[in-house]
């Protein structure tokens, strides 16, 4: 009998520390990104100009022209993690994060950042700057608006995982744990000082949450829950095992004789 409930006793052992492997070498759930957003103007003008052709001595002049180059700066604050090497997928497990725009009136979200372009991975500074370029006609920030006064709302993601393509086809998937999106900002094309008033439009308005313990060590509720009910387990084993040792030794001992 007491083999039988050591053996039992083993395997539950070996369960447990198994589902903690488990929890442990799991993907971090990121938190809620925190940012600041700007508009900046980096335009130019480049003025007419003359040269001589040296092949022909006739005076070449080349028109004045002006240069659009604004930006929107997003600036990430960064969050406590480390790159990793995945056990099972052999991938690199960084953390990404990604912008979504839309009108501040109305509209529908847009991903600049689609699963075909490369998200920005977080630095090993204490923010991470991402610059949107204005004016582009194709990709991703074509969707950017440039009009002056034009008001945009930005939310940001934090992903933690990795990209990789399926076999024999082009298209690109994501594996890993998404933060969900941060509150908006509202942005005015034009306008260089930055406003941080929320958009009507934003989907989330909780805080930004910081890295609790089971997001430090790669346990989410779900791989304490299994830890902590495993850990009840093996103390009732236990003290059953414990208990049925006492019976066993109290039984044994012979009545003197009458």
Known sequence: MYKAYTLLLSLVLLLSSFTVTEAFTSIPKPSTPE?????????????TSSSIDPYTGQTITTQAQHVDNRTIEVKVKNQPFTSYVDDKSNFTIELYYTIRVRGHFGGNWTEVFSVDNAHPVQSNSDYTTISLPLGGNIGPFASLPTNSSSQIDIQVEAMTGYFSRTVGFASWYFTGEESGWSSAQTLTIGETAQTSTPGASQLSTSPSVNPTVSQAFGLDLVGIAVVILFAVIIVLLVFVVIYLRKRGVSGSVKKPPV
């Open 35 to 47: 940012f600041t957003a700007k508009y900046i103007d980096s335009s130019y003008d480049i003025p």
